[in-house]
């Protein structure tokens, strides 16, 4: 009996363990997120900064975009990992096509409207080493099936596309695309919301639909609206769309152009 019981206390024991394989739950939310100032230091030198920026988290992924005021484009994807309030990003695209070789920790304080960020010793384009301290405020948190880093593989829209990546989450999308123009690459971004939604049976009517339920058929119509481009003529377009997953993970994406002409682009899941 003695025996027994010295056996059933070292399961008790051996079993209140961490066990070597358990992986940490994910505890930064998954969303959109919009900056509202970052403070550079550079050479001992801080300046301020507010620009038009948008980032999504999700799934592991995330991506970003604005205008930089030096090189224009600058825009950024990849993987993400957080543990214990240190988010890990390795970039695996960025305006100049695929990258390697680089990983950043990144030092996140969660606060009551979002997060702030931190980041040192950065090496930026020209070669100056910066530290900046971001502050965002979260826009949604709201998920879809349609979340996540996806890259395009095959397009009828324009035969000049050289690459395209698309992340979307928290009800907001990202978008780079990268075209030649004769013996140059042209970079554009957009980004904006993404919505949705689902007609009446009338057809008048489009309501916002909720993925949070069981048992609900998901909807294949959405709706993007650009609120930034590095095109200005792009800002305030909106598109309607009808999105697809198959089971091989490719989103396909069919819309009506001027003309009455329809094009599919599918998307494979990174």
Not at 7 to 30: A, R, Y
């Amino acid at each position: 009996m003695k025996y027994l019981l010295l056996i059933g206390l070292m399961i008790n024991l051996i079993g209140c363990g961490d066990s070597p394989n358990k992986t940490e739950t994910n505890l930064f939310p998954d969303g959109s997120y919009k900056l509202q100032k970052v403070q550079i230091t550079e050479n001992d030198k801080a300046t301020t900064e507010i620009r038009d920026q948008l980032k999504i988290y999700s799934n592991e992924r995330y991506m970003f975009a604005f205008m930089h005021p030096s090189i224009g484009v600058d825009v950024g994807a990849g993987i993400a990992i957080w543990k214990d309030g240190i988010m890990t990003e390795i970039p695996l695209f960025n305006h100049n096509g695929s990258v390697s070789g680089f990983e950043f920790d990144l030092s996140i304080t969660q606060t009551e409207t979002g997060f702030t960020q931190s980041l040192t010793g950065l090496v930026s384009e020209d070669g100056s080493i910066l530290d900046m301290i971001e502050d965002w405020k979260t826009i949604s948190k709201q998920n879809s099936p349609y979340d996540g880093l996806w890259q395009l593989e095959t397009t009828d829209l324009n035969p000049n596309m050289v690459s395209q990546i698309k992340m979307m989450g928290g009800s907001q999308f990202i978008e780079l695309t990268r075209s030649k123009s004769g013996s140059d690459i042209q970079k554009q971004f957009n980004f904006g919301e993404f919505v949705v939604v689902r007609h009446g049976a009338d057809g008048s009517k489009s309501k916002n639909y909720s993925f949070s339920g069981t048992g609900i058929e998901l909807p294949k119509k959405v709706r993007e609206k650009i609120t930034n481009s590095s095109h200005k003529n792009n800002i305030g377009e909106i598109k309607t769309l009808t999105y697809e997953l198959n089971e091989d993970e490719l989103l396909v994406t069919s819309s009506s152009v001027p003309g009455g002409e329809t094009v599919i682009q599918k998307y494979k899941r990174i």
